[in-house]
């Protein structure tokens, strides 16, 4: 098996100016909002990505049946503008493999004549998060003001920082190529999935693509989750007043 396998589902017209990745990371932040927005504008599946710095597992779909893990790439046009989203459940094993993946997507993001790349994820703090900000970082200094326009905030910047995975290499490594490079890092506590996060980051990237999309099952899943989280606080309160009680 080679170090990266890219197998293309159709071979015609799928160029694109904008490339959106959304793979997993701290709170699946940005995994949320690809999908979303993938969901919601129908996008069509082009791609498959397949790699030995993949876990070294198979997925058994519904009826029994194996399947190599992948990402994959999907393709959305609308009056002439083209965007691809890189999505998947899987990042690299080790960081050789983190490098060599990069390079991959960016390789396939030079074949489709990308110039611009939305990284998202999340950006951990260790605490629930009433109103999550967008902490944004950029490859190019011409594309702060683009970012700071469309409600990004660099207020994380002047204590610097890391961004670890495909987002952070693929700002890195673009650079270096030409690829302009936007991180887009909703603030999330990092301890569960935050579909609250993501609905702030997807009215960001919205801003930034012009890309407008229904927020409604985001919404709702943000609210169930506050629900479910209030939930285990309650329950939480309730025990501890019960072990008060028997102490007392």
Known sequence: MEHVTVNFLRDDDLDAPVLIEGLPGIGHVGKLVAEHLIHELK?????????LHFPPHVIVDEHGITHLVNNEIYRY?????ATLFLVGDFQSN???GHYILAESYLDIAEELGVRRVYALGGYGVGHLVERPRVLSA?????????VEAAGGSFENAASGGMIVGASGLLLGLGEARGIEGICLMGETSGYIVDPK?????????????????DHTSLQQRAADMEQIIANIQEAEEAKGREELSYIG
């Open 77 to 81: 046009e609308r009056d002439g503008k």
């Open 94 to 96: 080790s960081a050789e």
């Open 138 to 146: 950029v490859n190019m200094e011409h594309l702060r003001a683009e």
């Open 197 to 213: 996060s993501a609905d702030s980051l997807l009215s960001v990237l919205s801003r930034l693509t012009g890309i407008e999309v």
């Open 43 to 51: 996008a069509e599946k082009v791609a498959e990505i397949s790699s």
